[in-house]
């Protein structure tokens, strides 16, 4: 994917303009990056005061010596466009690059994403800086790849905003009454007569218009993705063969993701887990979805941008990571498709929110420390695999969909737990169900282009807004032999989130052999069951009540006054096969139910084996990565003859605790 460089990389974020002053620190960074076993960094992500302090006139000097230094030491460089921070003084005379808020207020200079996306000046600024970086940097040896921004968020309401989603609008519907249809705006009578008099949802305006609602988030969505194609521009014209990546975050809600991969060439993110809290192994879970995530974003390896060697500094419990913790969530990334692991930050500042956030250097300025013998070993270990791992394929036979629209349009509905319907937990709950198995998973949305084909199971958890014609492909795939797994408040709604009138799930009741008739939302504290012939399991949240259409019921309902009805079934359609869960289960019965489902599909495991709780495997080209998330040493009976590539031995009996191993077959 980065042509001037073969092998994972291994790194971080690099701020040498806080340290100008100290040539001293600079030149110790080189030593102990060797020492650290790094070979890449990221540089100038904060850096647009220092490139150019005044208004045109721009300044590289340090930044020639900075990238000169680190490549005659060896150290490559992932060079940035300064967009994601502006300077102070582009704030003071131009006030249209400052967003306004949702109360429709200016904000003032200060933080970082305090930019609007939609700022013709704010975009033209951008051009030039990133013009001049490319015609500086792009054929330096050094540079191998372009850092776009920084972790984009956010949304503006400013006047340059409102008019661009009036624009956008119209691109979309053509006409007033086509809107005032798709937006069923007799509601209310909310009617618009004329484009003006539409203002984005707001704390001040109108926000009981839910197809508005996600009209907006697509729009941000939109400008978001625009904003980093012109910053590819820029920065490819000049050199189209030097890639380009933007760093992404884990549960991120504004964006959608699936649409802003595509002005990116390679994906990355930034993972920080709360490792060592109540439930290691949720985490863990968690944090797998999140890297499958984004390797299905453009379905080929990604790179972990940042990550912590320690501890962060925003959250409010900042726990250090326990010995071996840093191999093992390392080495998860890499396991789910991560050809990269980097940190936030190579070294601590002395001033601002984040002096005393982890990095691999402290204010010791030292490489005598725990953390910083963890990264050394996280770097030797990264050159140990890179010829069994490095740009080898993760290859699932499971996809689940997940979709940022339908995602938006289940947050704004207003029934069933209004407000907390959990989507993404929801879909965490069943990824986890299979990732506990060694299952590997894909991820896709609900484009047109979205192919289903060559999946031996698809699983489409609360997929309550039908848009690209997914119904239709969905019920291809069943016709045609694949496996289905739905669940409750599915097929609810269509792409402009209007009501699908007929039974439910949209098109697809005959696929599913039921239709849904009635959602019940559950208090705080109450519980239902789903029972089967193995056993009972709890049900927390939402229960939806089902009318057979030629289903077999597999669980019913343990109480209510719909106890005894169908809560899982199971039909035939076609050459394929379905599942419907009527109901939010326990863990356990997500557990029990693709236990079975991947028995009669047969889908690969990572291992054949039964691993105790907390231990998981995941494969990634010919290797098995053995993880162990528990602070317990754990033993392991395993079938056949493996070899440890961490240690060049065969597979011992016991896994440490947060022990990690790489096995290949003896």
Same mark, same amino acid.
Not at 40 to 55: H, K, Q, R, T, Y
Not at 153 to 160: A, M, V, Y
Not at 207 to 233: G, P, Y
Not at 389 to 414: G, H, S, T
């Given at each position: 994917?980065i042509p001037r460089?073969?092998g994972f990389l291994?790194?971080?974020?690099? #701020?040498p303009d806080?340290?100008?002053?100290r040539?001293?620190?600079?030149?110790?960074?080189?030593e102990l990056m060797h020492?650290?076993?790094?070979?890449c960094?990221?540089?100038?992500?904060?850096?647009?005061?220092?490139l150019?302090?005044?208004?045109?006139?721009?300044d590289f000097?340090?930044?020639?010596?900075?990238?000169?230094?680190?490549?005659?030491?060896?150290?490559?460089?992932i060079l940035?466009t300064?967009?994601?921070?502006?300077p102070?003084w582009m704030?003071?005379?131009?006030?249209?690059?400052?967003r306004?808020?949702?109360?429709?207020?200016?904000?003032h200079?200060?933080e970082?994403?305090n930019?609007?996306?939609?700022?013709?000046?704010?975009?033209?600024?951008?051009?030039q800086?990133?013009?001049?970086?490319?015609?500086?940097y792009?054929?330096?040896?050094?540079?191998?790849?372009?850092?776009l921004?920084?972790?984009?968020?956010?949304?503006?309401?400013?006047?340059?905003?409102?008019q661009a989603f009036?624009?956008?609008?119209?691109?979309?519907?053509?006409?007033? @009454?086509n809107?005032?249809?798709?937006?069923?705006?007799?509601?209310?009578?909310?009617r618009?007569?004329?484009?003006?008099?539409? @203002?984005?949802?707001?704390?001040l305006?109108?926000?009981?218009n839910l197809?508005?609602?996600v009209?907006?988030?697509?729009?941000?969505?939109?400008?978001?993705?625009?904003?980093?194609?012109?910053?590819?521009?820029?920065?490819?014209?000049?050199?189209?063969?030097l890639p380009?990546?933007?760093n992404?975050?884990?549960?991120?809600?504004?964006?959608?993701?699936?649409?802003l991969?595509e002005?990116?060439?390679?994906?990355?993110?930034?993972s920080?887990?709360?490792?060592?809290?109540?439930?290691?192994?949720?985490?863990?879970?968690?944090f797998a979805?999140n890297?499958?995530?984004m390797?299905?974003?453009?379905k080929?390896?990604?790179l972990?941008?940042?990550?912590?060697?320690s501890?962060? #500094?925003w959250?409010?419990?900042?726990?250090l990571?326990?010995p071996?913790m840093?191999?093992?969530?390392?080495?998860?990334a890499?396991?789910?498709?991560?050809?990269?692991?980097q940190?936030?930050?190579?070294?601590?500042?002395?001033?601002?929110?984040e002096?005393?956030?982890?990095?691999?250097v402290?204010?010791?300025?030292t490489?005598?420390?725990?953390?910083?013998r963890?990264?050394?070993?996280v770097g030797?270990?990264?050159?140990?695999?890179e010829?069994?791992?490095?740009?080898k394929?993760?290859?699932?036979?499971?996809c689940?969909?997940?979709?940022?629209?339908?995602?938006w349009?289940?947050?704004?509905a207003?029934?069933g737990?209004k407000?907390?319907m959990?989507?993404f937990?929801t879909?965490?709950?069943?990824?986890?169900a299979?990732w506990?198995?060694?299952?590997?998973?894909? &991820?896709?949305?609900?484009?047109?282009?979205?192919?289903?084909?060559g999946?031996k199971?698809?699983?489409?958890?609360?997929?309550?807004m039908?848009?690209?014609?997914?119904?239709?492909?969905l019920r291809?795939?069943?016709? #045609?032999?694949?496996?289905l797994?739905?669940?409750?408040f599915?097929g609810?709604?269509?792409e402009?989130?209007?009501?699908c009138?007929?039974?439910?799930?949209?098109?697809?009741?005959?696929?599913l052999?039921?239709r849904?008739?009635?959602?019940?939302?559950?208090?705080?504290?109450?519980?239902?069951?789903?029972?089967?012939?193995?056993?009972?399991?709890?049900i927390?949240?939402l229960?939806?009540?089902?009318?057979?259409?030629g289903a077999?019921?597999?669980?019913?309902?343990?109480s209510?006054f719909y106890?005894?009805?169908?809560c899982?079934?199971?039909?035939?359609?076609?050459?394929g096969q379905?599942?419907?869960?009527?109901?939010?289960? @326990?863990q356990?019965g997500?557990?029990?139910l693709?236990?079975?489902?991947?028995?009669?599909?047969?889908?690969d495991k990572?291992?054949?084996?039964q691993l105790?709780?907390?231990?998981v495997?995941a494969?990634?080209g010919?290797?098995? &990565?053995?993880?162990?998330?528990?602070?317990?040493?754990?033993?392991l009976q395993?079938?056949g003859?493996w070899?440890?590539?961490?240690?060049?031995?065969?597979?011992?009996?016991?896994?440490a605790?947060?022990?990690v191993?790489?096995?290949?077959?003896?």
């Amino acid at each position: 994917m980065i042509p001037r460089i073969t092998g994972f990389l291994h790194g971080g974020d690099y #701020n040498p303009d806080q340290w100008l002053d100290r040539p001293d620190i600079l030149e110790k960074d080189i030593e102990l990056m060797h020492a650290a076993h790094v070979n890449c960094v990221s540089v100038g992500i904060f850096s647009w005061a220092m490139l150019e302090p005044e208004e045109g006139k721009y300044d590289f000097a340090w930044l020639d010596q900075v990238i000169d230094r680190l490549y005659k030491g060896g150290i490559y460089v992932i060079l940035a466009t300064p967009s994601a921070a502006r300077p102070a003084w582009m704030a003071q005379h131009h006030e249209e690059v400052l967003r306004v808020n949702t109360q429709h207020l200016r904000m003032h200079f200060g933080e970082r994403h305090n930019h609007c996306l939609t700022s013709p000046y704010y975009r033209e600024k951008v051009r030039q800086i990133n013009t001049a970086l490319a015609q500086r940097y792009a054929a330096h040896p050094a540079v191998i790849l372009w850092h776009l921004g920084n972790e984009f968020g956010g949304e503006c309401h400013c006047p340059l905003c409102q008019q661009a989603f009036r624009d956008w609008l119209k691109e979309k519907y053509t006409t007033l @009454e086509n809107l005032n249809q798709k937006w069923w705006t007799a509601f209310w009578s909310h009617r618009y007569t004329d484009w003006a008099q539409i @203002e984005a949802p707001s704390l001040l305006t109108d926000r009981s218009n839910l197809a508005m609602r996600v009209d907006w988030q697509r729009f941000m969505s939109h400008q978001c993705k625009t904003f980093i194609a012109a910053e590819r521009e820029a920065v490819q014209s000049v050199s189209p063969k030097l890639p380009c990546t933007a760093n992404l975050m884990e549960r991120f809600w504004d964006y959608d993701y699936f649409s802003l991969a595509e002005s990116m060439d390679i994906v990355s993110w930034d993972s920080y887990p709360e490792w060592h809290n109540e439930d290691n192994i949720a985490e863990a879970a968690e944090f797998a979805m999140n890297h499958d995530l984004m390797r299905s974003l453009k379905k080929q390896p990604f790179l972990l941008m940042e990550s912590t060697p320690s501890q962060v #500094n925003w959250k409010p419990r900042n726990k250090l990571k326990r010995p071996g913790m840093h191999l093992l969530s390392s080495l998860q990334a890499v396991a789910h498709g991560s050809d990269s692991v980097q940190y936030f930050q190579w070294r601590k500042g002395r001033g601002g929110s984040e002096m005393f956030h982890g990095a691999v250097v402290g204010h010791d300025g030292t490489g005598d420390t725990r953390v910083f013998r963890d990264v050394a070993q996280v770097g030797k270990t990264l050159e140990k695999l890179e010829k069994a791992v490095y740009q080898k394929p993760v290859k699932a036979q499971v996809c689940i969909l997940f979709d940022w629209e339908n995602r938006w349009a289940i947050d704004f509905a207003q029934t069933g737990q209004k407000g907390n319907m959990r989507y993404f937990d929801t879909v965490n709950m069943h990824y986890r169900a299979l990732w506990e198995k060694g299952i590997a998973v894909d &991820f896709c949305d609900m484009r047109e282009s979205t192919d289903l084909t060559g999946y031996k199971l698809v699983i489409a958890p609360m997929l309550f807004m039908l848009r690209g014609g997914m119904e239709e492909k969905l019920r291809d795939y069943v016709q #045609n032999g694949g496996a289905l797994v739905m669940t409750y408040f599915s097929g609810m709604v269509d792409e402009y989130d209007l009501a699908c009138l007929g039974e439910a799930p949209h098109g697809l009741t005959d696929v599913l052999g039921i239709r849904a008739t009635e959602l019940d939302a559950l208090y705080p504290g109450q519980e239902n069951g789903l029972v089967t012939e193995e056993g009972r399991y709890g049900i927390t949240e939402l229960c939806e009540i089902l009318q057979l259409k030629g289903a077999k019921v597999l669980g019913t309902y343990e109480s209510d006054f719909y106890a005894g009805s169908p809560c899982l079934t199971h039909h035939t359609f076609g050459k394929g096969q379905s599942w419907y869960l009527a109901a939010k289960t @326990e863990q356990a019965g997500l557990n029990a139910l693709y236990g079975h489902i991947a028995d009669a599909l047969e889908i690969d495991k990572a291992l054949p084996d039964q691993l105790p709780c907390g231990v998981v495997a995941a494969k990634r080209g010919d290797c098995v &990565f053995v993880q162990n998330y528990t602070h317990r040493a754990q033993t392991l009976q395993l079938t056949g003859k493996w070899i440890n590539l961490l240690t060049d031995v065969p597979a011992e009996a016991e896994i440490a605790p947060f022990g990690v191993w790489v096995l290949q077959k003896a």
